[in-house]
């Protein structure tokens, strides 16, 4: 069993950054395929970034076009953390950002279905 616990969200103006963070109970979480999830009011929840497992590949890493260019996920084994660089953000950002783990398959997992594990979620707001 992991829980996981997401941090770092907040307001924030268009073109600004924020970085958030995903920390994991688990003593290593290279075993784990991770990604970041999110939801805006009245919409589905969308795949955002995902990595692979480090046991698998090392760390290939997948983003939805939206975002490509503007966000960084990246992982730190030894602090069993994920994390989600943002720069560049725009209103449509705008939205619950959750963090996502399993252990089950190393590849890149882009179907929520796809993750046994699931932090809080941490609000992110950009005004324009």
């Known amino acids: 069993q992991v829980q996981l616990g997401e941090s770092g969200g907040g307001l924030v103006q268009a073109g600004g950054s924020l970085r958030l963070s995903c920390a994991a109970s688990?003593?290593?979480?290279?075993?784990?395929?991770m990604g970041w999830f999110r939801q805006a009011p009245g919409k589905e929840r969308e795949i955002v970034a995902a990595i692979s497992s480090i046991s698998w590949s090392a760390g290939i890493t997948y983003y939805i076009d939206s975002v490509k260019g503007r966000f960084t996920i990246s992982r730190d084994n030894t602090k069993s953390t994920m994390y989600l660089q943002m720069n560049s953000l725009k209103p449509e950002d705008t939205a619950i950002y959750y963090c996502?783990?399993?252990?089950?398959?190393?590849?890149?997992?882009?179907?929520?279905?796809?993750?046994?594990?699931w932090g809080q979620g941490t609000q992110v707001i950009v005004s324009s």
């Open positions: 688990a003593r290593t979480i290279s075993s784990y395929a």
């Open positions: 996502a783990a399993d252990s089950r398959r190393g590849t890149v997992l882009r179907n929520p279905d796809e993750y046994g594990y």
